[in-house]
C-alpha cells in the first residue's frame, strides 16, 4: 500500500534562518506530488506541483522554492524565512491525473512558527 | 477558476443527531469530488471520492451526493458521535486539471 511521509511535524525558526521541509512517498511511482500551505483561519492555497523528477511548478510568487530530486521525494526550501512563511505546510499525492480515478493522498503536515 | 463555498462555517450539534455539510462550486466541468476531515493541527484524511460520473458515494455512517449540473455535493453524517467532531473539507478537481480547489471547510462539533 502506499503511503507518505512528512516531517518534521513541528518547526521554530527565526526571521532569516534557511528551511528544508521532506515529503517522501512509498508504494508508488512516478506521482505527482504537491506542496500546499494552510494559513491560521484560511483556506488551503497549493504552493508548488511537480509531475517528474526536475519538473516544478509554481502557483504563487513567493519567498519559497521546492525541488524534486528524486521520484518520490519532494522538497521545500526556503534561504531566508519570513514572518508571513509561518502555517501549516502539507505535501500531498496523487496518480498522474490522466486517465486516473484515484483522489489525493495527505502527509501529516509540518507546524511551521517563524519567530 | 472554480470557487468552492462551504455552508455553514460551523455547526454544533447534539449527539445522536445527523450532520449535513454542504458544498457548492462554480464550475460543473468536474474530474471529481473528494471529502476530507481535518482533526485540529492534523494532516487531511481522505472520507469519500466521487468521481463525476456519479451520483453518490457511502461508507458506513457517511453518504456524499453529487449534483454535478448545479455545482453542489452534501456529506451527510448518520447518528453523529463526538468522535465526528472535525473540520470537513471539500474539494474539487477540474477536468484536465491536476490541482484541488478546496473550500474553507465546516467545523463540527457534536455534544456529549
Known amino acids: 500500500s502506499q503511503t507518505i511521509h512528512q516531517w518534521p511535524a513541528t518547526l521554530v525558526q527565526p526571521v532569516g534562518s534557511p528551511l528544508s521541509l521532506e515529503c517522501t512517498v512509498e508504494?508508488?511511482?512516478?506521482?505527482?506530488l504537491y506542496w500546499y500551505r494552510q494559513a491560521a483561519g484560511r483556506g488551503l492555497q497549493l504552493l508548488f506541483y511537480s509531475v517528474g523528477i526536475g519538473q516544478i511548478s509554481s502557483e504563487v510568487p513567493q519567498n519559497l522554492s521546492a525541488s524534486r530530486p528524486q521520484d518520490r521525494q519532494f522538497i521545500l526550501s526556503s534561504k531566508k524565512l519570513l514572518l508571513s512563511d509561518s502555517g501549516f505546510y502539507l505535501c500531498a499525492w496523487s496518480n498522474t491525473f490522466t486517465g486516473t480515478t484515484d483522489g489525493y493522498t495527505f502527509g501529516s503536515g509540518t507546524r511551521l512558527t517563524v519567530v | 477558476k472554480q470557487e468552492v463555498t462551504q455552508i455553514p462555517a460551523a455547526l454544533s450539534v447534539p449527539e445522536g443527531e445527523n450532520l449535513v455539510l454542504n458544498c457548492s462550486f462554480t464550475?460543473?466541468?468536474?474530474?471529481?469530488l473528494q471529502w476530507f476531515r481535518q482533526d485540529p493541527g492534523k494532516g487531511l484524511t481522505s472520507l469519500l471520492l466521487?468521481?463525476?460520473?456519479?451520483r453518490e458515494q457511502t461508507s458506513g455512517r457517511l453518504n456524499a451526493s453529487l449534483d454535478k449540473s448545479s455545482g453542489r455535493s452534501t456529506l451527510y453524517i448518520a447518528a453523529s458521535q463526538p468522535g465526528d467532531s472535525a473540520t470537513y473539507l471539500c474539494a474539487v478537481r477540474g477536468v484536465n486539471d491536476y490541482k484541488l480547489s478546496f473550500g474553507a471547510g465546516t467545523t463540527v462539533t457534536v455534544r456529549a
Open positions: 508504494g508508488t511511482s512516478n506521482p505527482n
Open positions: 466521487i468521481q463525476s460520473s456519479q
Open positions: 464550475d460543473s466541468a468536474i474530474y471529481n
